[in-house]
């Protein structure tokens, strides 16, 4: 099995007045985070710190956050003992060769997208904890679908932990690294064919003679009560369509259609392209 939810009771994670978070990267996704965070109960905001090296990006963590936000990466480091990286895929490098002897007895989760933990552990000291996450952009409305693998030298602790913080932004799995090229081709890629999904439905039914405004919630909304029901009833997608499709109805002819269109093998193709791409940006 290569994914599995990080579970026991091996570790109690330190209540929120104990929890200090600092970011390096003060963008939209570490301040979602960082919200998160902060309305499950996991932390303070005045013990959220942040850096970036751009001032609106700071002012905005600050303002929406409630934590500090400057302009050292070290500051941050001084301040907090668990480490968000939260910078863009080609800055990693840079940021931890600045940081290499700063980091003693810190936890750095790193949600830079194609890093891999080999390469981060080798900018990094020896027995540096690294933990590596493939989060998703609803992240930013507490609906996050996330995976996470352990470096080396991290502990079952260092999963308890990591698995606790996302678990305040949404959904998140434990996985072997080397699936989380798959988990990227579709938690992150996979928003993309879902909002092409809406655009479709509702094209279809503007067709049909409904306002467009009206269209898109309605497609909006069937995709989201689509999407609840497999999460809330446990069945299975087939199922689940076999309850809606009657015999002779207008369901089935729509399905028809989408078999001879190829959607289901286009959306796995998708996936599949997807994780390949993801794979080949991480051996670079």
Do not use: W
């Amino acid at each position: 099995m290569g994914f599995a939810f990080a579970t026991g009771n091996c570790y109690n994670p330190p209540m929120s007045s104990e929890l200090r978070i600092g970011f390096i990267g003060a963008g939209k996704m570490a301040s979602a985070l960082a919200k998160g965070f902060v309305q499950g109960g996991l932390a303070r905001a005045a013990d959220l710190t942040a850096s970036d090296l751009l001032e609106p990006a700071r002012n905005e963590f600050s303002r929406s956050v409630g934590g500090r936000a400057m302009a050292s990466n070290e500051d941050v480091l001084k301040s907090a003992r668990v480490i968000i990286l939260a910078v863009k895929p080609d800055q990693v490098d840079d940021v931890l060769g600045e940081i290499r002897g700063q980091v003693a007895e810190h936890l750095l989760i790193s949600i830079a997208a194609g890093v891999t933990l080999s390469r981060m552990e080798a900018a990094l000291n020896q027995g540096a904890r690294v933990v590596r996450v493939m989060p998703n952009t609803p992240a930013l409305i507490g609906a996050s679908a996330s995976a996470f693998a352990l470096g080396k030298s991290a502990t079952a602790e260092d999963a308890q932990l990591t698995h606790k913080l996302f678990s305040a932004v949404g959904v998140v799995f434990q996985t072997k690294e080397m699936l989380l090229d798959a988990v990227t081709g579709l938690i992150v890629s996979g928003h993309a064919y879902v909002y092409l999904m809406i655009e479709a439905l509702s094209d279809g039914v503007v067709a049909a003679g409904l306002p467009r405004a009206v269209a898109t919630k309605l497609a909006a909304q069937t995709v989201l009560g689509s999407a609840r029901m497999v999460l809330e009833t446990g069945l299975h997608p087939a199922v689940l369509k076999d309850m809606v499709t009657s015999p002779g109805g207008t369901t089935i002819e729509g399905v028809h259609e989408l078999e001879k269109g190829g959607v289901r093998a286009a959306l796995m193709s998708a996936v599949r392209v997807a994780t390949e791409k993801s794979r080949r940006l991480g051996q670079r």
